[in-house]
């Protein structure tokens, strides 16, 4: 699934990060038609698009295209910047200070470092019963352990809004892959409203709020996904697909633009 995932746009977006030019996805000088949309085998149908709730690779694909966390990788596995648009650490690399970028929820709503705070809490909150809680306590964010084993409330995490674009992250030790891991789905950020308002339904077409390139259009359990293009993402501009239509089973042809 790796080389099906180099195509879709957060990756495209990834690389014209990296590289600090507008690189178009395609031969300089090809006429595109009016509607782009790509065909994917995800493998394996997903038992949520939550990031909390996400478990394997074919929930991780999608997430990736759904949500976007503080950092991302473009395709060469590189860390770049997602939506902290830069960070830094104090003196023994324990604390971090993440400036996040002017960025917008599905809906329209701007996204701020609030729902960070409350994303991450709600991942290793044991009533969420999240199967990648463990995940958020590699790097030890501070009482992110103790929260998981339910000594601690999830309001004692070491995380805090300094301001509405300004996340701050207080680890126990330093962990030199701290920044490496934000890049992974059950990290980003989900729509605290949304959330609360429809409870396990909330990833529902009809309900879903996202802040990555593409939201959910329709999804048939068992046959088949189609994420449209979210026009409030921050770098819309350089989204050139309009739809991704994914799979759960083994389809007999490659991945192909349709145009």
Do not use: C
Not at 5 to 29: E, H
Not at 55 to 83: C, S
Not at 146 to 173: H, S, W, Y
């Amino acid at each position: 699934m790796k080389k099906t995932k180099l195509l879709m746009l957060g990756t495209l977006v990834a690389s014209v990060l990296a590289t600090g030019a507008i690189a178009k996805p395609y031969p300089q000088g090809t006429q595109l038609a009016p509607e782009q949309s790509i065909t994917l085998n995800n493998g394996a149908e997903v038992t949520s698009i939550d990031p909390a709730k996400q478990a394997a690779e074919p929930a991780f694909n999608l997430g990736r295209d759904l949500f976007e966390g503080l950092t991302v990788q473009d395709k060469q596995g590189r860390t770049i910047p997602g939506i902290a648009k830069s960070w830094s650490a104090n003196a023994d690399n324990t604390v971090y200070t993440f400036n996040l970028r002017e960025s917008n929820w599905s809906n329209g709503e701007a996204l701020t470092a609030h729902d960070f705070v409350y994303s991450w809490q709600r991942l290793l909150n044991p009533e969420t019963a999240s199967p990648y809680a463990w995940f958020a306590a590699i790097p030890k964010i501070k009482n992110s352990a103790n929260i998981m084993a339910g000594k601690a409330a999830p309001e004692t995490l070491g995380v805090r809004a300094i301001d509405d674009l300004t996340f701050e992250v207080t680890l126990e030790q330093p962990v030199p892959f701290f920044i490496k891991l934000l890049s992974h789905p059950v990290l980003a950020p989900v729509h605290q409203a949304t959330v609360e308002k429809y409870g396990s339904e909330w990833t529902q077409p009809a309900n879903i709020v996202t802040n990555g390139a593409f939201s959910v259009e329709s999804w048939k359990v068992n046959e088949k996904m189609v994420m449209k293009k979210n026009p409030h993402y921050w770098d819309a501009g350089n989204v050139y697909l309009k739809r991704s239509l994914g799979y759960p089973l083994v389809m007999p042809t490659s991945p192909s633009i349709v145009t």
